[in-house]
């Protein structure tokens, strides 16, 4: 599975209980879990032992978890409980049919690819240690937000900025379609070019 060696193979199913008796769950995400979630396998430990790489500083083992799903979507909130519940870095493989998606955790952020198949799912896992493997995965799962290169936190945080004035951005093109007034629609264009400016700016 992703090109992995089979050295890092662990494949065992586990049991939604051990989830449940782990993560602080509401009752709520409880019913999610069981509803939206088929099984849960433990697919891939990378390690040193496991994959002839150092530790990292931050990341000591590299897991991954497919979760094999009902429906074609899920909670996300599920897999933010889970990976807190586990004291490794975890890569997440949503599974549905012969399709899948990649999910990871950054500095609190989750970044997903789109679905595809699973047996096209392929990454890079080359580096230095596993921080720099972590990184790599992580710049790969984003699609290019995070950029190739330079410190992953600022990467993060300046995608942030990116996100929040696009949504700005496309709010505001809604509120000029839906003005009538000349003079507010006058200043709602030039708030929106201010905002394209800034977002021109931090590209």
């Not at 190739?148 to 600022?154: K, N, P, Q, R, V």
Request: proline share 2%; net charge neutral; hydrophobic share 40%.
């Amino acid at each position: 599975m992703l090109g992995l060696p089979l050295s890092t193979e662990v494949n065992r199913r586990v049991a939604k209980e051990k989830i449940y008796s782990n993560a602080n769950l509401t009752p709520e995400l409880r019913v999610v879990i069981k509803d939206q979630i088929e099984a849960i396998i433990w697919r891939n430990k990378l390690a040193d032992s496991t994959f002839n790489v150092s530790t990292g500083v931050t990341v000591s083992e590299l897991q991954v978890f497919e979760l094999q799903l009902r429906q074609r979507s899920l909670d996300k909130r599920v897999l933010t409980v889970i990976a807190k519940s586990i004291p490794y870095k975890i890569l997440f493989i949503l599974s549905f049919s012969e399709d899948a998606q990649a999910w990871i955790e950054v500095e609190g952020k989750l970044y997903n690819t789109d679905w595809q198949p699973l047996e096209n799912m392929l990454f890079n896992f080359e580096g230095l240690n596993l921080d720099a493997i972590y990184e790599k995965l992580a710049r790969q799962i984003a699609g290019g937000r995070l950029g190739a290169s330079g410190d992953i936190a600022e990467a993060v945080e300046l995608d942030n900025q990116q996100q929040k004035l696009k949504r700005d951005i496309a709010s505001l093109e809604r509120k000029v379609v839906n003005e009538k007034q000349f003079n507010k629609k006058v200043e709602l264009n030039t708030e929106l070019k201010r905002l394209k400016k800034q977002l021109e700016d931090l590209t």
